[in-house]
Structure formats: structure tokens, C-alpha cells
């Protein structure tokens, strides 16, 4: 696999990098505040989950859609939730600031249809959906793309996070495993469809690339041609009056009957 490498930085390309890393930061932080603003208010105002949630194959499940990785059952299950989405969150706004505009709706609304149309007959609700798509969108993404910035994230996501692939099966009756599945589902379409969107980072150049080729000032590592080449070895004809004696093979003895 061929890593492209990153050139030596600049006082420029370090203020956009310092300029994305807030942007990211700023996002993440909007995205799991809304987490927590909601959850408050369910708490506070006692909103029943299932105006919130997702419930499979229904018509009025279909709102879930949008608000279903908002709402979360219990605190713990909130905490759970709350540094997967802000770790990934982040990595996502920080390597592709782009492709996330595109690739984090799609995450979100795919997953959710997912889990409306196949899902089990019960409310779902949560935002691990989401964070299992995020962490597969840089895990294949960085696979795509091969640039060093890229592999390395997706490197360190599959690290920190890869465990999450084991909840795309039914382990508990509880956990809404279906939700897991969609969302890796969506964020493998959404790798896939998006991680040509942000532009590659400039190749590093190398000072021997720069070099003007030189003609070679002789034709020594030259092969030299075919007729240039002596003979070692050359069969000459027998001297005259010389006999050659020929051989001849003995036939094979017929085998002899026994009887």
C-alpha cells in the first residue's frame, strides 16, 4: 500500500491545521451538547421515549428518525455514549471537514431507516447507531484514501473502537443491536460515496526530485551489443586424415522363454 507523505510544515498550512482542529472541536462539542440539552429536558419535562424513538414499521415511528439519536433510556446509557460521539465526532470534522457536511446526515438518516424497516417490534433510541457508522466511515475512508493523515486515524479509531463491531450481533435483548448494524452499514456507504470529497494534502517533494537528469559521461553499465560480444568457445572441424570412430549401439538381447 502506497502512503503518500506529508511535506514539512509551514507557517501557514500550521494555522489551517490549528483552524480545523477548532472547527472540529466546536463541532463535537454542538453535536454532544444537544445529546445532553435533550436528555435534560426529557428528564426535567418527563417526555415519554416513545415520541422520541424509533418504532419499527410504524407511521408515527417515522420522526424517530431525526430524534432517535438524541434521546438515550438512562444516564448511564448516555455516558456510554457521550466520548465515543465526541471522540469520533471530532476525528471526522478534523480529517475530512467536507465529506462530514455529506457523510453525517447520511449516517444518520440511513441508519435510522434501517432500524425502521428491519428492526425488532420496540422503541429504539441512542446515538451508538451513529458512533458505529462514524467509526467505520474513518476506518474505510483512511483505507481508501492512503494518505498518512488518513491511515493514521483510521489506525487509531479501529484501536480505540474496532470492539464496536461486536454489537452488530444480538447479544442482549436489550440493546438494540439492529441500530449497531445500520449504522456500520451507513457509514461504509457513506466512505465509500465521500472519501474523494476533501482533497488529498500536498505531496512531500524530496530535493533529488528536483535534480535535472544527467546524461552518463561513459557506456560502462551499458550492455554491449550482440556482435561486440567474443566467443568463448568455437567447435572446429577434425584435422585432415583424422578417423572417427563411430560406436554403434548393441541391440538389446531378446529375452529368453523360461519353459
Known amino acids: 500500500m502506497d502512503i503518500r507523505p506529508l511535506p514539512e510544515p509551514t507557517a501557514l498550512s500550521v494555522a489551517r491545521d490549528r483552524e480545523r482542529i477548532r472547527y472540529a472541536a466546536i463541532g463535537a462539542f454542538a453535536l454532544t451538547a444537544g445529546l445532553w440539552l435533550l436528555w435534560l429536558a426529557t428528564w426535567l419535562l418527563g417526555w415519554p421515549l416513545d415520541d422520541l424513538g424509533i418504532r419499527p414499521r410504524a407511521a408515527s415511528g417515522l420522526l424517530g428518525i431525526l430524534t432517535a439519536p438524541l434521546a438515550h433510556a438512562s444516564f448511564a446509557h448516555l455516558m456510554s455514549n457521550t466520548l465515543p460521539i465526541t471522540v469520533l465526532t471530532t476525528l471526522t470534522l478534523y480529517c475530512y471537514p467536507r465529506a462530514t457536511r455529506l457523510a453525517l446526515p447520511l449516517i444518520w ?147 529368453q522363454d523360461p519353459s
Open 109 to 255: 438518516l440511513l441508519s435510522g431507516l434501517g432500524v425502521w424497516l428491519f428492526a425488532r417490534d420496540s422503541v429504539h433510541v441512542g446515538a451508538s447507531g451513529v458512533a458505529n457508522g462514524l467509526m467505520m466511515f474513518l476506518f474505510l475512508a483512511g483505507l481508501l484514501r492512503r494518505d498518512r493523515l488518513a491511515v493514521a486515524i483510521s489506525l487509531v479509531v479501529f484501536f480505540l473502537y474496532g470492539s464496536m463491531l461486536a454489537s452488530v450481533v444480538p447479544t442482549q435483548p436489550h440493546i438494540s443491536f439492529e441500530y449497531h448494524l445500520a449504522g456500520a452499514v451507513a457509514g461504509a456507504v457513506a466512505a465509500i460515496a465521500f472519501f474523494r470529497r476533501d482533497p488529498l494534502p500536498p505531496r512531500k517533494r524530496y530535493s533529488w526530485e528536483d535534480e535535472p537528469d544527467e546524461p552518463a559521461a561513459d557506456d560502462e553499465l551499458e550492455l554491449p551489443r550482440a556482435g561486440e560480444v567474443p566467443v568463448l568457445w568455437r567447435r572446429e572441424a577434425p584435422p585432415r586424415g583424422a578417423q572417427i570412430i563411430v560406436f554403434r549401439q548393441r541391440p538389446p538381447t531378446p529375452p
